[in-house]
């Protein structure tokens, strides 16, 4: 099927066959904003998001319908006239584009892609030194940010990670660069220095939703004996906390299950 569809088609078939990384095929092309990589070779760019671990390769294969009636592609109906790889890393989608030779369209040097290339990992390289340096100051501010909200976060590592990616994107963009995404988990170092907060950060809060549930244990208990009840389920915890007009996270809720439902079950006090 590849031969009809040329070279660029051999090199489609080539990308899904033998990528590392799992491939998502999409309609859309090349993005108007995504950092253009120059060179030959596109196994090497595939070699490449390995290395940085990124989750997903995008491709995209456009080919000249057989009916077309633009004289231009007279000769070449049916076959593959460009092909983009590429993948998201900080924020940013970066992309490799194969363009037939036949095609008439203006595309930017390699001198272009290199210094677009060069100045995101610049901009990358910037917002993960001021993140390192305003660390303890930006932790702070998002905690505060978290307790604000008017419904608690689940203090899972997972929940705080994703709260705090979308926090940064806007505390990291500068007037010059704007990340238009939450922080992208893909191996970068401030990938890496995004999960070790996180994981302080929900440490931190874990302990402290336990302890702001430890008082309300024996509540709990004398509720749930008072109203009859021998086996506790989590929607009694929900209606006793309804009650009680106290807001804790599922984590919380949680807590207080495990520990009133074992409580009522051996008959020791809470």
Same mark, same amino acid.
């Given at each position: 099927m590849s031969d009809r569809r040329g070279p660029l088609g051999k090199l489609a078939d080539e990308v899904r066959e033998h990528s590392s990384v799992p491939v998502y095929e999409t309609a859309e092309g090349l993005? $108007?904003? $995504?950092?253009?990589?120059?060179?030959e070779g596109v196994h090497e760019f595939l070699n490449l998001a390995s290395r940085l671990g990124v989750p997903l390769v995008y491709l995209h294969e456009s080919v000249v319908a057989a009916d077309d009636q633009d004289? +231009?592609? $007279?000769?070449?109906? #049916?076959? +593959? &006239?460009?092909?983009?790889?590429?993948?998201?890393? #900080?924020?940013e989608f970066h992309a490799l584009a194969k363009i037939a030779e036949w095609m008439p369209v203006e595309t930017g040097t390699e001198d272009d892609a290199e210094e677009g290339t060069s100045s995101f990992l610049s901009r990358l390289d910037?917002?993960?030194?001021?993140?390192?340096?305003?660390?303890?100051?930006?932790? $702070?501010?998002f905690v505060k940010a978290l307790e604000a909200r008017p419904d608690p976060i689940?203090?899972?590592?997972? &929940?705080?990670?994703?709260a705090l990616r979308v926090f940064l994107a806007q505390k990291l963009s500068t007037p010059s660069y704007t990340f238009l995404s939450p922080i992208h988990r893909?191996? &970068?170092?401030?990938?890496?220095?995004?999960?070790s907060v996180s994981r302080t950060i929900a440490g931190r809060m874990l302990a402290e939703e336990r302890r702001k549930v430890e008082p309300l244990i024996g509540d709990c208990v004398w509720w749930a004996r008072q109203g009859g009840i021998r086996t506790l389920s989590k929607s009694d915890v929900e209606a006793f906390l309804l009650e009680k007009d106290v807001a804790v996270s599922?984590?919380?809720?949680?807590?207080?299950?495990?520990?009133?439902?074992?409580?009522?079950?051996?008959?020791?006090?809470a």
């Amino acid at each position: 099927m590849s031969d009809r569809r040329g070279p660029l088609g051999k090199l489609a078939d080539e990308v899904r066959e033998h990528s590392s990384v799992p491939v998502y095929e999409t309609a859309e092309g090349l993005p $108007a904003d $995504a950092i253009r990589w120059s060179g030959e070779g596109v196994h090497e760019f595939l070699n490449l998001a390995s290395r940085l671990g990124v989750p997903l390769v995008y491709l995209h294969e456009s080919v000249v319908a057989a009916d077309d009636q633009d004289p +231009t592609y $007279a000769d070449h109906r #049916g076959e +593959t &006239s460009f092909v983009v790889v590429g993948f998201f890393l #900080g924020g940013e989608f970066h992309a490799l584009a194969k363009i037939a030779e036949w095609m008439p369209v203006e595309t930017g040097t390699e001198d272009d892609a290199e210094e677009g290339t060069s100045s995101f990992l610049s901009r990358l390289d910037d917002a993960t030194k001021t993140f390192r340096e305003k660390k303890v100051e930006l932790m $702070a501010e998002f905690v505060k940010a978290l307790e604000a909200r008017p419904d608690p976060i689940d203090p899972s590592e997972a &929940s705080v990670d994703q709260a705090l990616r979308v926090f940064l994107a806007q505390k990291l963009s500068t007037p010059s660069y704007t990340f238009l995404s939450p922080i992208h988990r893909d191996g &970068s170092e401030l990938d890496q220095l995004v999960r070790s907060v996180s994981r302080t950060i929900a440490g931190r809060m874990l302990a402290e939703e336990r302890r702001k549930v430890e008082p309300l244990i024996g509540d709990c208990v004398w509720w749930a004996r008072q109203g009859g009840i021998r086996t506790l389920s989590k929607s009694d915890v929900e209606a006793f906390l309804l009650e009680k007009d106290v807001a804790v996270s599922r984590e919380g809720q949680r807590y207080l299950w495990t520990k009133a439902k074992l409580a009522i079950k051996t008959g020791r006090p809470a």
